[in-house]
C-alpha cells in the first residue's frame, strides 16, 4: 500500500533524527512492498529563516493533505538564538501549538516502556520495578484548564487571577473511546484519573468514561484520583496499562511515568484527532546543545514512526518489528552516549540507525 507522510525534520537534532527514522521506515517498506511518500514541510525555526514566520498555512495544507506527519523537533537555545528576540507569536513553538490546533490533534500518547536492558538508569528500586513496566499516558490536549478562560483583575489594590477548566461530555467521549481503543490494542486495561471528590469537571469526566466503558466489555478498567496516581506511578507502575486523562493532570503524570524510565531519548508520542491522521514525533526537544555532532539519540523517533505505522496505518506487524529491532540492537549492548554505561559499545546518530534498519 502506498501512505503519504508529511515530514517535519525541524531544527537542532531533528534533521539527524529524522534521517534514522526514514532509514528504518525505507526497510520496512522494502519488507512488507508498502510505499511510503514524504513531502518535506517546514516548521519552527527552519519556517522563520525562509518564511519569516515558524508555520505557514501552506505547510499546514501540506500536512492535512498527508495520511501522517512525522516530527523531529522544533526550537533552539532559548537564551541565545535570534528566534527567541521575536514576538512570542512568531516564535518556533507558536508553529507547533498552531499546527496542533489546526489538525484537532486532541488526543495525546506516550508511552513509558523500561528496557530491560536499561534498567539501570531508572530511578526506582529493584523491588519496585519487579517485572518492568509498559504503560500508555493518554492525555487530552485540547480542552481543560490550558484552554478555559482565564484573566488577572485588580480590585481594591490586591491582583486577583483565575483560570477556568471546562470539558464538555463530547470533549470527554472522544478522548476516552481513543483510549479503550488504544486499551484493546494493548493489555486490555483502562485507569481513568481525575479529581472527582473536588472537581466538578472530574465528576463529569467519570460518568462519561462509564458511559463508553460500556462499550468495550472486555476492557478492565478503574478510576484513580489524581494524587494517588502520582503515588502510584512511583510505587507501583508495573500496575498501569492506559491511563487516561484530562489535559493538566496528563501534562504533569506523563512526565512523572517518562522519569521513571530514565532515558528521555528513548520515548516516543502521538497526537491524534478522531481520524486515523496524527502526528508522532519524540517526546524530547531539539537539544540545540548536540545538534551536528552524530551524537543524539534516535530512538524516541524511530519508535515515533513504529506508533505512526500502528495508529496512522494499521501496520501492527511492521511497527511490532520496528519495536523488536529496537530491542534487539539494545541487547547486543549498542548504545549511544545517552544512555551508555560501562562494558557497552558506544555508537553515534547514523551508526544507531543502521544498526536497527539491519535488525528489520
Ligand atoms: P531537550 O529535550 O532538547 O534537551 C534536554 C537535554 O536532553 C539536553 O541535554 C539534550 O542534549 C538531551 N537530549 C534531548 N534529546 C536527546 C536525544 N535524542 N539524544 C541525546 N540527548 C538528548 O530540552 P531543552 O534543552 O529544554 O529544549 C531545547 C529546545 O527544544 C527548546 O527550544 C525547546 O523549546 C524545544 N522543545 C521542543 C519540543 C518539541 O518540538 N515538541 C519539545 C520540548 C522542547
Known sequence: ?????????????????????KKVLDKVA??????????????????????????????????????????GSIGGNTSTS?????PPEKRPEAGLLKLRKSLNLFANLRPAYLYDE?????????????????????RELTGGLYFGERGTVEENGILTAHDSLTYNENEIRRIAKRGFDIAMKRRKKVTSVDKA????SSRLWRKVVEEVAKDYPEVQYEHMLVDNCAMQLVKDPGQFDVILTENMF???????????????????????NDTKFGLYEPSHGSAPDIAGQDIANP?????????????????????????????????KGYRTVDIMSEGKTQVGTTQMGDLIAAEI
Open 299 to 331: 530512538i524516541a523517533t524511530i519508535l515515533s514512526a513504529a506508533m505512526m505505522l500502528r495508529f496512522s496505518f494499521d501496520l501492527d506487524e511492521a511497527a511490532d518489528d520496528i519495536e523488536r529491532a529496537v530491542k534487539s540492537v539494545l541487547a
Open 1 to 21: 500500500m502506498q501512505f503519504q507522510t508529511a515530514v517535519i525534520a525541524g531544527d537542532g537534532i531533528g534533521p539527524e533524527i529524522v534521517r534514522e527514522a
Open 118 to 138: 536499561l534498567k539501570g538508569a531508572c530511578p526506582l528500586k529493584d523491588e519496585i520495578i519487579g517485572d518492568g513496566f509498559d504503560m500508555m499516558i493518554m
Open 82 to 86: 535570534p528566534w527567541y528576540q521575536l
Open 250 to 272: 496528563g501534562d504533569i503524570l506523563s512526565d512523572e511515568a517518562s522519569m521513571v524510565t530514565g532515558s528521555i531519548g528513548m520515548l516516543s508520542s502521538a497526537s491524534l
Open 197 to 200: 471528590n473536588v472537581l466538578d
Open 30 to 71: 522494502a519488507k512488507y512492498q508498502h510505499e511510503f511518500c514524504y513531502t518535506d514541510v517546514l516548521m519552527g525555526g527552519a519556517s522563520i529563516d525562509v518564511h519569516g514566520v515558524p508555520l505557514t498555512d501552506e505547510a499546514i495544507e501540506a500536512c492535512k493533505a498527508s495520511d501522517a506527519v512525522l516530527m
